[in-house]
């Protein structure tokens, strides 16, 4: 959808300004009842989409992304745009000087920024509400949450709102909203997109896309792909991607033992790996979670990382200070970090080593481990009504961040509460390739709708 929408453009049979102004039109139209966009660059917008419909006039070629409108997650920069990380603490702002690492190499291809994406509070939860914005409605169920951190990104893309959406994954937050938005999305190899600025969970955080095809997220990731000085991890080059098969699919309901998952998540997985053993033509392996892991609890050891290293970025002194103005839930979150001694976090970041080696070991040089995205099907758009935040419980995405294992989340039906399921598989290290063609494979033998119901995806 994308490289046709822009080779219209290029071809000038659409104008970049016309696609610009339909983003606008549609956020206007459908935003308040989602709440997805919290800032607007609409005449900013409008003339550099002008501009490269003269540019394109005189024979220039604006890039891959021609005129596509994008909409910029709030913890990322953007240029001339306050970057509030969802946070009263970052209310006042002032306009970001130039654009991120990653907005500024989509706009280099040729996308156009229209506006930023709500997120939770310092992009902490899997629901996407703060007390600076309110809450995000997943607009297949307005009643839910298009999950987090990049919900507001999701929901702008299910409801067809713009063309493209960022998004970044430190512990799930590209896999869980395009679980929650039946979306296609990808958290990379870590290393593959360099890092600028430093992320506030240090080894666990890389950008990735999330989109509504296959094709899609390829095209996004080919953009975003590339080292940048001063990462420690970032890879100089692409790893050779020799494509092919899987040569082992190994299945489980969860890669942390926390019990069964929810009933109606089961069902479909079921369903879903039955049908992934026709498309792949593999008989599918059972395995049980607790055999995957058995250093340790990686679910447990992500809070005491990501908490931590997020409190030292923020300041001790500036987190005690604002407890009362947090959200409960990154109040929770930075509670666990103020408890945390020296020893018990240095001791979590060296049981890495052993998870990385245990998910080495396990899917080889071709194996892909198959879980539900989520383990629950679905929750308040205002996040739970019991308690500040998500338990560790509900997901099956932290693990792949300490290890750095690429996953992607494939939409795999709908469940009883109206929110799609979603199917992740995860691959070995440096073969997103492989992943990526499974992703292909399953969405030709089972084509998933490019927007939620009752939402005209962008290309229409």
């Not at 947090?326 to 890495?352: D, Q, V």
Request: proline share 10%; with cysteine.
């Amino acid at each position: 959808m994308l490289r046709t929408l822009a080779g219209a453009v290029r071809r000038r049979e659409i104008a970049a300004r016309e696609l610009v102004a339909r983003a606008l039109e549609r956020i206007e139209r459908h935003d308040p009842g989602i709440g997805a966009v919290v800032f607007l660059r609409a005449d900013d917008a409008l003339e550099e989409a002008a501009r490269m419909d003269e540019a394109i006039a005189r024979g220039e070629d604006p890039g891959p992304l021609a005129g596509l409108p994008l909409l910029v997650k709030d913890i990322e920069d953007l240029a001339g745009a306050p970057t509030t990380f969802g946070s009263l603490l970052f209310a006042d702002a002032p306009p970001a000087a130039d654009d991120g690492l990653v907005p500024g190499r989509l706009r280099r291809a040729g996308a156009i920024p229209v506006g930023k994406t709500n997120v939770p509070e310092f992009a902490i939860e899997g629901f996407t509400a703060n007390r600076l914005f309110g809450a995000t409605r997943n607009p297949w169920a307005p009643a839910l949450s298009p999950g987090g951190s990049s919900g507001g990104s999701a929901a702008a893309l299910a409801a067809g709102l713009a063309a493209i959406a960022t998004a970044s994954d430190g512990g799930g937050s590209i896999r869980i909203p395009a679980a929650c938005c039946g979306l296609v999305g990808i958290k990379p190899t870590n290393g593959l997109v360099g890092r600028r600025p430093i992320p506030a969970w240090i080894d666990l955080s890389t950008d990735g896309p999330f989109a509504t095809t296959v094709e899609d997220l390829r095209l996004l990731l080919d953009v975003e792909i590339g080292p940048v000085a001063g990462d420690p991890a970032a890879l100089p080059t692409r790893p050779p991607w020799p494509g092919g098969e899987p040569g082992r699919v190994l299945a489980a309901p969860r890669v942390v033992d926390h019990g069964p998952v929810a009933p109606e998540v089961a069902t479909a997985f079921e369903a879903a790996l039955g049908a992934l053993e026709q498309i792949l033509g593999l008989e599918i392996t059972p395995i049980e979670p607790a055999a995957i892991f058995r250093a340790g609890n990686p679910d447990d050891d992500w809070f005491t990382i990501a908490a931590t290293e997020h409190l030292e970025q923020l300041g001790r002194a500036v987190v005690e200070a604002n407890l009362e103005r947090l959200h409960p839930s990154s109040r929770a979150f930075f509670e666990i970090g103020l408890a945390t001694p020296l020893e018990r976090y240095l001791a979590a970041r060296r049981r890495r080593f052993d998870y990385v080696r245990e998910l080495d070991e396990l899917l080889g040089d071709d194996g892909i481990l198959a879980t539900p995205t989520l383990a629950w099907a679905g929750w308040p758009a205002e996040g739970p009504a019991d308690a500040p935040g998500m338990p560790a419980e509900v997901f099956n995405t932290a693990v792949q961040n300490l290890t750095g294992h690429p996953a992607v989340s494939l939409p795999a039906g709908v469940l009883p509460t109206g929110l799609p399921f979603g199917l992740q598989l995860t691959g070995p290290r440096f073969r997103d390739d492989l992943v990526l063609d499974a992703a292909e494979r399953w969405e030709r033998a089972r084509p998933w709708t490019p927007a939620a119901p009752g939402y005209e995806p962008f290309d229409a």
